[in-house]
């Protein structure tokens, strides 16, 4: 898949924030989208995932806050990301090629990434 991520921005703590992963479309070979995130210093961290079929799985930092949905018409994986805090701060990447998701992903299992888009929660 070719990755285009949007949407990143600066907000407050509490704000939202709507990120969008164009692709290229799912093959039979990649029907998995994960969303990453790298802060400088610390490893890359990932935070969901989403299939073609719609499944999805967080990792506990942020389920209740971000919601990960997929648009099959249009070829866009979105990332909604409400209540957000300081720590949130990174460059958000989308990544396929990779495992299939069944649970929380990690950032080592996709091999395909877009080009990343920086958020910032600050006051």
């Known amino acids: 898949l070719q990755l285009v991520e949007s949407g990143g921005g600066f907000v407050q703590p509490g704000g939202s924030l709507r990120l969008s992963c164009s692709h290229s479309?799912?093959?039979?070979?990649?029907?998995?989208i994960a969303w990453i995130r790298q802060v400088p210093g610390k490893e890359r961290e990932g935070l969901a995932c989403?299939?073609?079929?719609?499944?999805?799985s967080y990792v506990d930092s942020v389920k209740g806050r971000f919601t990960t949905t997929t648009d099959n018409v249009k070829n866009v994986v979105y990332l909604q990301m409400n209540n957000l805090k300081p720590e949130d701060t990174g460059v958000y990447y989308c990544?396929?090629?990779?495992?299939?998701?069944?649970?929380?992903?990690?950032?080592?299992?996709?091999?395909?990434w877009g080009q990343g888009t920086q958020v910032t929660v600050s006051s």
């Open positions: 990544a396929s090629d990779g495992a299939v998701c069944v649970g929380p992903p990690k950032a080592e299992w996709y091999e395909n």
């Open positions: 479309g799912w093959t039979e070979n990649s029907r998995t």
């Open positions: 989403i299939n073609n079929d719609g499944y999805t």
